[in-house]
């Protein structure tokens, strides 16, 4: 089985620097992956780690080790609009392009 | 492309009856997801087929669900019959096969009665 941990709820400054935090326990691994999700929105991709580092893009990075079983999505000089819910979601190791397991959840508030 | 397209966007619908939930997906993407979303339990993967077959429906709660792709361009999911439990947004995800990114589509939030 998988299960993946986030924390439910982050609150942040605006301009200031936020780290999500991920841990998961799988019974495979292919990928983790960082989703974003506005209130009432469908879930858009942010980012994909399969080797462990640091993955940039942007005011956006991705942090995998996988001895560990822990991520981490950075998010700088945060805006108002980075107020959403971040996904944590890991993908199994079937062959193909098999579904993500998705944490519940951080929601992120940013506040000025 | 005009992404993935679902429909309806809200269904409110009584207990006991039939919903159809449908989705179009970004065109020569060959696997297409099924999942479900509540504050409870967050997204949850229901079913999931690659080119139009079936691959796991072990997510699908019950008998009273049930999904079909008969094409490259179509799929539905039906609850038949619905109750006050299955109240959640829908949505429904296509990727290609090398691709790293799933999109979404707006979701279908169903509310029953």
């Known amino acids: 089985g998988q299960n993946i941990d986030q924390p439910t709820e982050m609150t942040a400054t605006e301009g200031a620097i936020v780290q999500i935090n991920c841990t998961y326990q799988?019974?495979?691994?292919?990928?983790l992956f960082w989703y974003q999700q506005h209130a009432g929105e469908a879930p858009t991709f942010l980012s994909y780690?399969?080797?462990?580092g640091l993955e940039e893009k942007g005011r956006f990075s991705s942090f995998l080790s996988r001895s560990k079983g822990y991520s981490y999505l950075l998010l700088k000089e945060l805006q108002m609009k980075d107020s959403a819910s971040y996904l944590c979601?890991?993908?199994?190791?079937?062959?193909?392009?098999?579904?993500?397991?998705f944490g519940k959840g951080t929601r992120l508030s940013v506040i000025a | 492309d005009a992404g993935v397209i679902q429909s309806p966007r809200h269904e409110v619908t009584e207990m006991g009856q039939e919903v159809t939930l449908r989705c179009k997906p970004i065109?020569?993407?060959?696997?297409l997801f099924w999942y479900r979303q509540t504050m409870m339990r967050g997204l949850e993967l229901l079913i999931y087929?690659?080119?139009?077959?079936?691959?796991?429906d072990s997510g699908m709660p019950e008998d009273r669900f049930s999904a079909k792709m008969p094409n490259a361009s179509f799929s539905t999911l039906k609850i038949q019959p619905s109750e006050p439990r299955d109240s959640a947004v829908y949505f429904c995800?296509?990727?290609?096969?090398?691709?790293?990114?799933?999109?979404f589509g707006p979701g279908t939030r169903l509310t029953v009665l």
């Open positions: 087929f690659n080119n139009n077959v079936p691959i796991d």
């Open positions: 780690n399969v080797l462990d």
């Open positions: 979601a890991v993908r199994g190791t079937r062959s193909g392009n098999t579904p993500l397991v």
């Open positions: 995800a296509t990727t290609g096969e090398f691709s790293n990114e799933q999109f």
């Open positions: 065109s020569g993407h060959d696997y």
């Open positions: 799988t019974s495979g691994f292919n990928g």
